[in-house]
């Protein structure tokens, strides 16, 4: 597609529950980027990939957080047993390859609430 | 852990005044990046700089990298209402990682 594409774009859940967050990115692109941003303030990497493998997911605050891209195109992210504390807009971000310097179109994010 | 700090936090101004936004950080970055985003979006990118002491324009915004590749400024002229939003600087760490700073959210009022 021409950009980037999350959904759902809200997503309210109940404590304890299991969520999917779907990225879609811009065809071609080799490099994947999930990132978590809380109100006012700036992205917060979770995790990178390089074609279908994780490159980096250094950036995942815990084992409930965890993320695919098996055919190196769209990406999952699953979150296990949510707590409120995870509520958040989760963005994804996509570049051609995933060297310095190198331009990175965003999503416009899945905000979710967790109640 | 590397941290970009931005400052300020919050601005308001009045339309047609110059501001300048900071980023800091003590770790060395390859490049720097700074974005724009409005509520609902993701950001956008606005500029990338590579080389220390790089100045960029990108028509009323300057944008300069710090010779140490350290820290960074946005200087906005004659600030217009469609500049509010949050601007992000982002610095590469190593090949690929972009680390983003804590954000400053501009108000320029008309």
């Known amino acids: 597609g021409a950009g980037v594409s999350q959904t759902p774009s809200n997503k309210v859940t109940e404590k304890g529950k299991y969520v999917e967050l779907r990225c879609d990115p811009i065809?071609?692109?080799?490099?994947l980027y999930w990132y978590r941003q809380s109100l006012g303030q700036g992205p917060e990497f979770l995790i990178y990939f390089q074609g279908t493998g994780a490159a980096d997911d250094s950036g995942l605050p815990n084992d409930r957080f965890f993320a695919v891209r098996p055919e190196g195109s769209v990406s999952t992210l699953k979150i296990q047993r949510t707590e409120r504390g995870d509520s958040a807009v989760y963005l994804c971000?996509?570049?051609?390859?995933?060297?310095?310097?190198?331009?990175?179109?965003f999503g416009a994010g899945s905000r979710l609430t967790v109640l | 852990t590397q941290l970009l700090e931005q400052s300020p936090q919050f601005l308001s101004i009045q339309e047609g005044e110059n501001l300048t936004v900071y980023c800091n950080s003590s770790s060395v970055f390859s490049s720097l990046q700074w974005y724009r985003q409005e509520p609902g979006e993701g950001p956008v990118l606005l500029v990338t700089v590579v080389t220390g002491g790089e100045v960029k324009k990108l028509k009323r915004l300057t944008f300069q990298f710090g010779d140490a590749r350290k820290d960074s400024s946005l200087h906005i002229t004659a600030a217009q209402p469609g500049d509010t939003g949050l601007y992000l600087c982002a610095g590469a760490s190593g090949t690929y990682k972009y680390i983003f700073g804590t954000g400053t959210r501009l108000k320029v009022l008309a």
């Open positions: 971000a996509s570049s051609i390859r995933g060297a310095g310097a190198n331009v990175l179109t």
């Open positions: 065809s071609g692109h080799t490099a």
